[in-house]
């Protein structure tokens, strides 16, 4: 008895194809990427909000541990043996307690006296792009580094912004003011085809 074997492809497999080498194409997505690099942007927006609120000793006192923490947890998997690991933690400890004991002193009613609301800002800033950078050397994590660069680089732009805010507002302001006359003047005139 001859029994037909049926040789034409499956239609419900061929249309799965496609999609599973499209999904296999389409490699990390956004919200992957996000998952992966939240540390580091919990770190850049936590640092500038602090910065730009001019908000007290408490928060810093706690922010720091926090980005040790996080370089602690980042730089874990390029430390395969106890030892090392020990000696990343410990290094890290140092390092941020120190920062801490520097904020601290920043804050003291002494230096509190020569330096403004703008200038502690600043001074902050510095010690904290200083610390990160140095804590991502340490813990062998080049976003955490980059954090620090991208910290320690706001430094001037923060210090610029803050004394050229008049100059911006004009600025914008005449932008506006062009603008807003070039629209009103070209609204009235016909166009000719």
């Known amino acids: ?7 034409t492809p499956n239609d419900g497999a061929m249309a799965n194809a496609p999609a599973a080498a499209t999904t ?3 490699g990390p997505t956004f919200r992957s990427w996000l998952l992966k690099e939240s540390p580091y942007i919990a770190m850049l927006s936590l640092a500038l909000i602090g910065i730009t609120l001019h908000l007290p000793l408490t928060y810093w006192t ?3 541990p926090v980005f040790g923490i996080i ?3 980042e730089g874990w998997r390029h430390f395969s043996t106890r030892h090392d ?3 990343l933690v410990l290094t890290q400890a140092l390092s941020w307690g120190a920062l801490v004991l520097a904020i601290i002193v920043l804050y003291d009613d002494g230096a509190q ?8 800002s600043l001074a902050m800033i510095t010690l904290l792009a200083l610390g990160t950078f140095l804590a991502g050397l340490q813990a062998e994590v080049w976003r955490t580094c980059g954090v620090g660069v991208i ?5 001037p732009a923060i210090g610029w912004l803050q004394q050229s805010s008049i100059l911006l507002v004009v600025g914008t302001l005449g932008v506006l003011a062009v603008g807003g006359a070039t629209w ?3 609204r009235g005139e016909p166009t000719h085809v």
Do not use: E, H, I, P
Request: hydrophobic share 50%; glycine share 6%; aromatic share 6%.
């Open 113 to 120: 006296g020569v330096l403004n609301a703008n200038g502690s």
């Open 85 to 87: 690991r020990l000696k």
């Open 62 to 64: 706690v922010l720091t």
């Open 71 to 73: 370089c602690v947890v």
């Open 151 to 155: 910290l320690f680089l706001s430094v």
């Open 184 to 186: 009103y003047l070209s």
């Open 24 to 26: 296999a194409q389409s």
């Open 1 to 7: 008895m001859d029994t037909m074997v049926d040789t």
